[in-house]
């Protein structure tokens, strides 16, 4: 039975998805919705369920409907596509807080306006608990999708910006939980936007699909360690990464030193980042990085694709295998 | 973490995954997938949940599998589509019966086989609770997409099969839930095969939108009473069906009578049949039944596109409305 609230906020989502957009043939209110585009599409889907991939305590509503849609919308960035239709599916449990899930709402509709994309249905049903399953489709732009298969030993590693700083976030906002008012977060505030407000790379990753000089491409959401090993398991090669490479916020260094934590593992391990790794082909490294300043933008290389398997850290005079040792979900 | 029974249920999802088909461009394994079509594709996604909409007591798991595709390839039906591809978004519990889940995915599995759709991906999470929400991808054939929209006064009001099965099926399995051996339910296996195993018409939606007849479709999933009252407001219309035209099972009589339910209720306003409501256009009729006939298929005229609002049904001289009357999710 649907009850009262439940049907305003259906309404709210059908009133999100009405009016007409490029490419969009039939909207919400048929059995299907009906989409066309010129060439392929790209197809991301993931669930997040409360308590476990989100916390509501410290997760405003607003800003947890601004990530739901990130974690899907940074997938698109990293084949270099252009986000354009999302569609919801929300299992809301009965004794549902209608403000707060029409407050997630509205950061999802912010996020949609923001990457220009377009709510054009999904499904709503009542269960035990929050269940909130978001599918976007996007467009490649450029010659097309950038995979993860496509590094080739000699091509150079770069990630997009700060790692571990949602990672850092996210104990600091875990021990705050724990003893209230037995930190002064405000010093750390980028860390706990990147973990509680984490924006997706996409006009970064079409610039990158546009320039022709990228190989392999992956967003980092469980940590360079285990995302960067996935281009290399696809790609059929090694990686050899430089720790000193690594770019990180400098409140990083201070938080782990208060959380008692190593700020290496944070960096290489810790997950939802969101920003991307790439491989660029061998000798294009300063065409990139002139493209890139004319963009406005940093990137960072970290280290280079090589023969063999796995993913090592120089570190000193050593080498480290870190493949795979990045947040598991 | 991802338990070691939960890394079996992805290899196996995995594996289902594999291989190439017509349109895939990128299948499991990378950021998004990848797909590409000739002109636009038909979009449905359903979230089913453990208790709400279905009770494993009496549901054997390849049964769920299967009907858990259904309901989406019903959908791809209703618009007169090809299904062609299918994700997965999977909330299991941690006390994960994983022989059940297991179970589940084959009847999926199965039943991509029969319509050959491929599974080309999804998300599988831990929650409290077990929610299975699945998306399929079809494409329109013949002339394109049928709406719920395109009804027009003169028309006639058609379904492709008896009415009420799968909710008089569902009577008898809570009954027998209720008070065990009370019934003996094999006298009525098509309607508990109705409710527990049916088939999305797809065949016949894709001969219905080839025919260039039929101006619009849609699914029974709500009851008939609610249905084509989906039809009438999209189209804006009324329609008026003949009570004595609706088709049902003769084992509905027996089944109601036992259950002390009113037969014409079930027929009008229980779900879950997957039968489809379409409307001919006018002059169309004999052109349809000689194409059906053709196609050695049975459909049933059971009323007229008429002025004004609203579903009304005839009996005896009387006309009572009924629009919206079905079944609530």
Same mark, same amino acid.
């Given at each position: ?40 599409? $790209? /197809?991301?889907? %993931? +669930? ?11 997760? *405003?509503? @607003?800003?947890? =409907? ?52 377009? $709510? /054009?249905?999904? %499904? +709503? ?11 976007? *489709?996007? @467009?490649?732009? =450029? ?52 973990? $509680? ?41 090694g990686a050899l990464i430089q720790v ?59 280290g280079?694709?090589r023969?063999g398997?796995g993913v090592f850290l120089q570190k000193d005079s050593r080498e480290e295998e870190i ?7």
């Open positions: 039975m649907t009850c009262w609230s439940e049907r305003e906020l259906i309404h709210k989502i059908r009133q999100a998805c009405n009016g007409s957009a490029d490419g969009l043939v039939k909207g919400i209110g048929d059995d299907c919705c009906e989409v066309t585009a010129s060439g392929s599409w $790209l /197809i991301s889907t %993931d +669930t997040l369920v409360d308590s476990i991939h989100f916390d509501r305590s410290w997760h *405003l509503p @607003e800003l947890l =409907g601004r990530k739901s849609l990130a974690v899907n919308l940074s997938d698109i960035a990293a084949m270099g596509g252009r986000p354009r239709f999302v569609l919801l599916s929300l299992c809301l449990p009965e004794d549902l807080d209608v403000e707060w899930i029409s407050r997630w709402l509205d950061g999802v509709l912010e996020m949609l306006q923001q990457f220009d994309c377009r $709510l /054009i249905g999904g %499904d +709503t049903v009542q269960g035990k608990g929050l269940v909130l399953t978001v599918t976007v *489709l996007g @467009e490649p732009v =450029g010659n097309g999708a950038i995979y993860r298969s496509g590094a080739s030993v000699g091509d150079t590693v770069w990630v997009s910006g700060a790692l571990g700083s949602a990672g850092g976030g996210l104990e600091l906002l875990a021990v705050e939980k724990r003893n209230p008012g037995s930190l002064d977060l405000s010093r750390w505030q980028p860390l706990l936007d990147a973990h $509680l407000d984490p924006l997706p790379c996409i006009d970064l990753g079409m610039e990158l699909a546009e320039s022709g000089l990228v190989t392999a491409m992956q967003d980092i959401s469980d940590g360079i360690a285990t995302d960067l090993a996935h281009i290399c398991q696809a790609s059929g090669t000193d490479q690594l770019p990180f916020l400098p409140e990083l260094s201070s938080a782990a030193e208060v959380l008692g934590l190593n700020v290496e593992d944070l960096i290489l391990r810790s997950g939802e980042d969101y920003q991307l790794v790439f491989t660029v082909r061998m000798g294009c490294e300063r065409e990139l990085l002139r493209l890139m300043e004319e963009k406005g933008r940093h990137v960072f290389q970290i280079a694709v023969h398997q493949s795979f040792q990045g947040y598991e979900h």
